[in-house]
């Protein structure tokens, strides 16, 4: 069965950072593209970050390039996002994401808020 599942989430400064955790199952991640996406209420779900398989390709968000790092590791079968320099505008509920065998998977949503 596949599934996938974000923790690591939680409250931060601005300037801050945390790194977030999708251990995945099911399914190796070191064949898949993975991709972390947010959604803030009333907003549509926006893509964050996307890693390759084979970590061929990488993606980032304009509001998030230079800040944050997507990365795996293929022995823990988890895929991470480092998110450094943290802003209020990061806050939101960040979901990992995977496309596997021609469906999508989703996780429950990890919660990460930005504010002094």
């Known amino acids: 069965q596949v599934q996938v599942a974000e923790s690591g989430g939680g409250l931060v400064q601005p300037g801050g950072s945390v790194r977030l955790s999708c251990a995945a199952s099911?399914?190796?991640?070191?064949?898949?593209?993975m991709n972390w996406h947010r959604q803030t209420p009333g907003k549509e779900r926006e893509l964050v970050a996307t890693?390759?398989?084979?970590?061929?390709?990488?993606y980032y968000a304009e509001s998030v390039k230079g800040r944050f790092t997507i990365s795996r590791d293929n022995v823990k079968n988890t895929v991470y996002l480092q998110m450094n320099s943290l802003k209020p505008e990061d806050t939101a509920v960040y979901f990992c994401?995977?496309?596997?065998?021609?469906?999508?998977?989703w996780g429950q949503g990890t919660q990460v808020s930005v504010s002094s």
């Open positions: 890693i390759g398989s084979g970590s061929v390709g990488y």
């Open positions: 099911g399914f190796t991640v070191s064949d898949s593209g």
């Open positions: 994401n995977v496309y596997y065998r021609g469906r999508a998977y």
